[in-house]
């Protein structure tokens, strides 16, 4: 009996849930990163970072070394390759 009434509680959910995302207004703050984007030329790779108006465009790089934990909850993250760098933006959201 319980799972005639499940399926139609939980696609009502999923979708009372993703048409509330769909509403929500894209963040524009100045800092804020608006897209991140890759590319490759040769045996380089290239990370392009696009944000608005950045208050303070200053940013800081250093050598990262395995293992690699996903922010916020900490879990371990695969990722290719040997020789790694983290970048820090300050003043961006």
Request: proline share 9%.
């Amino acid at each position: 009996m319980t799972d005639k009434f499940s399926f139609p509680a939980v696609a009502f959910g999923s979708l009372s849930f993703f048409v509330g995302v769909g509403l929500c207004s894209p963040c524009t703050d100045p800092g804020s990163i608006k897209k991140v984007s890759k590319t490759r030329s040769g045996s380089f790779e290239y990370v392009v970072f696009d944000y608005f108006k950045p208050p303070d465009p200053a940013y800081s790089g250093d050598t990262a070394h395995r293992p690699f934990a996903q922010d916020g909850r900490g879990d371990p993250v695969f990722v290719k390759g040997n020789r790694f760098k983290s970048v820090t933006f300050r003043f961006v959201i």
